[in-house]
């Protein structure tokens, strides 16, 4: 069994990953969080975790902020929806739905964690054969991609 140590290691990895989705699920029912980006002159992008699921989506942009951050107790966006009449994602199947001239898509956390623990521990079982020049290369595209995220967040 070659490379048994570094599978056992990326399965431990993997697992501390999911755990940390099933905390930021529970933190769900109480904080609702949406990151708010432009990607063009007209358009967003925004993803958010609020009542037990994580939500991507993206409509027309009507202000000016390069990047916006929300972050508010869930019983005042419970409050806000109530008087609005804004439909909500199922926690249990999430959906898709269209607003302001976009679309937004759900998925529960539940699903989300399921699939990943399936795939992450089942990747690293693969007889997969790489060098020591891929994993650099890898790393390096990984850290140029985490640098150009704290690049636009900062923006």
């Not at 109480?30 to 993803?47: C, L």
């Not at 009507?62 to 909500?88: H, S």
């Not at 998925?107 to 399936?118: D, E, K, N, S």
């Amino acid at each position: 069994m070659k490379y048994r140590k570094l599978r056992i290691a990326f399965s431990a990895v993997c697992g501390i990953l999911c755990l940390l989705l099933v905390a930021l699920w529970v933190r769900s029912y109480w904080w609702m969080e949406t990151a708010t980006m432009p990607i063009s002159t007209n358009r967003i992008i925004s993803i958010g975790s609020f009542a037990g699921t994580l939500g991507v989506g993206t409509g027309t942009r009507n202000d000016k902020v390069p990047l916006n951050v929300v972050r508010r107790p869930a019983d005042e966006q419970w409050d806000l929806i109530r008087r609005t009449n804004f439909p909500i994602p199922s926690p249990l199947w999430g959906g898709a739905r269209t607003f302001r001239g976009g679309l937004a898509i759900s998925l529960p956390y539940w699903l989300l964690v399921a699939v990943l623990t399936v795939a992450t521990a089942s990747i690293s079982w693969l007889p997969w054969r790489f060098s020591l020049r891929t994993l650099l290369i890898a790393t390096t595209v990984v850290a140029v991609g985490l640098g150009v995220a704290i690049y636009a967040a900062g923006n």
